[in-house]
Nanobody, 116 residues
Framework: QVQLVESGGGLVQPGGSLTLSCVVS????????VAWYRQAPGKQRELVTT???????VNSDPVKGRFIASRDNAANTVALQMNSLQPEDTAVYYC??????????WGQGTQVTVSS
């Protein structure tokens, strides 16, 4: 059974930081690309960052210079360090693991709220 379990969301003030984690099980994690997506109320889900199997991360424009994504293939985990958070970062954040022709899996999401 494939599982992706996110944690680390919460309420933070503007300018603050949070680190999200995603623990993955049930797949050969080191062969999968992983990504973080987010979905704000009333908006479509959008890509935040992708991380290749070897750990190369590519951020979307809205989070460049503020978010740092990483993975630990030995621990089957993905992390997203979010700095300088703004109200527009408020969303449910989802972890995704994908490998062409093999699988596309999602976590249940974790809420991040940026508000004073």
């Amino acid at each position: 059974q494939v599982q992706l379990v996110e944690s680390g969301g919460g309420l933070v003030q503007p300018g603050g930081s949070l680190t999200l984690s995603c623990v993955v099980s049930g797949i050969p994690f080191s062969t999968y690309g992983v990504a973080w997506y987010r979905q704000a109320p009333g908006k479509q889900r959008e890509l935040v960052t992708t991380i290749s199997p070897m750990g190369t991360a590519v951020n979307s424009d809205p989070v460049k210079g503020r978010f740092i994504a990483s993975r630990d293939n030995a621990a089957n985990t993905v992390a997203l360090q979010m700095n300088s958070l703004q109200p527009e970062d408020t969303a449910v954040y989802y972890c995704n693991a994908r490998k062409p022709w093999e699988g596309d899996y999602w976590g249940q999401g974790t809420q991040v709220t940026v508000s004073s």
